[in-house]
């Protein structure tokens, strides 16, 4: 019949109390002002604090994403100053992720030895795809990144792809050749 609320000797408001046998009754005191001292602050973190507590970690905070710049009214000046921001954080995410990567990658081979380039070819292959992904996103645009000048880049290249094929293949000529 016992349960978490009977009361025990040992604890005092919630702070349990070290249990010293053979020491002398100076050590006994000294546990029980702790516990006067201490016991209700860890009542109020146990009941209180912890029952009204949102369970994530803050390194996974997700923030919730904001309208594009092609979203945005004309004369809308906070809303893409916030597509700015949103931009701002996603090429430092995509830039941390290819650090992340290249790390990897550099961490095998070391570790590989004269293996290292035929075992790590499949990071490697990540990192350059990441790596051209990135260079296709923020590459050309410079220090002041806005979400305007990505934007009109990633248009430029749709346009360029409907047109010509993929970026890099050539011109497509009208003459069929």
Same mark, same amino acid.
């Given at each position: *019949?016992?349960?978490?609320?009977? /009361?025990?000797?040992?604890?005092?408001?919630?702070?349990?109390? +070290? $249990?010293?046998?053979?020491?002398?009754?100076?050590?006994? &005191?000294?546990?029980?002002?702790?516990? $006067?001292?201490?016991? %209700?602050?860890?009542? =109020?973190? @146990?009941?209180? =604090?912890? %029952?009204?507590?949102?369970?994530?970690?803050?390194?996974? @905070?997700?923030?919730?994403? &904001?309208?594009? $710049?092609? +979203?945005?009214?004309?004369?809308?000046?906070?809303?893409?100053?916030?597509?700015?921001?949103?931009?701002?954080?996603?090429?430092? &995410?995509?830039?941390?992720?290819?650090?992340?990567?290249? +790390?990897?990658?550099?961490?095998?081979?070391?570790?590989?030895? %004269?293996?290292? *380039?035929?075992?790590?070819?499949?990071?490697?292959?990540? /990192?350059?795809?990441?790596?051209?992904?990135?260079?296709?996103?923020?590459?050309?645009?410079?220090?002041? &990144?806005?979400?305007?000048?990505?934007?009109?880049? +990633?248009?430029?290249? *749709?346009?360029?792809?409907?047109?010509?094929?993929? $970026?890099?293949?050539?011109?497509?000529?009208?003459?069929?050749?």
């Amino acid at each position: *019949m016992s349960s978490d609320t009977d /009361y025990k000797p040992d604890k005092i408001f919630g702070y349990e109390k +070290q $249990v010293h046998t053979g020491r002398n009754s100076i050590e006994n &005191v000294v546990e029980n002002i702790k516990g $006067v001292f201490f016991g %209700p602050l860890i009542w =109020v973190r @146990e009941n209180i =604090v912890k %029952p009204n507590q949102k369970d994530y970690n803050y390194y996974h @905070e997700q923030l919730r994403r &904001v309208p594009t $710049v092609d +979203q945005c009214y004309d004369d809308d000046r906070l809303c893409k100053w916030e597509a700015n921001q949103q931009l701002i954080r996603d090429k430092l &995410v995509d830039s941390n992720i290819l650090s992340i990567l290249r +790390q990897r990658y550099e961490d095998c081979r070391i570790y590989e030895g %004269p293996d290292g *380039m035929r075992k790590c070819q499949p990071l490697y292959d990540m /990192y350059e795809k990441a790596e051209e992904n990135f260079s296709i996103k923020y590459g050309d645009l410079g220090i002041a &990144v806005t979400a305007e000048r990505c934007y009109a880049k +990633q248009l430029n290249r *749709m346009l360029w792809e409907r047109r010509h094929g993929p $970026v890099g293949s050539g011109m497509k000529r009208d003459d069929g050749f």
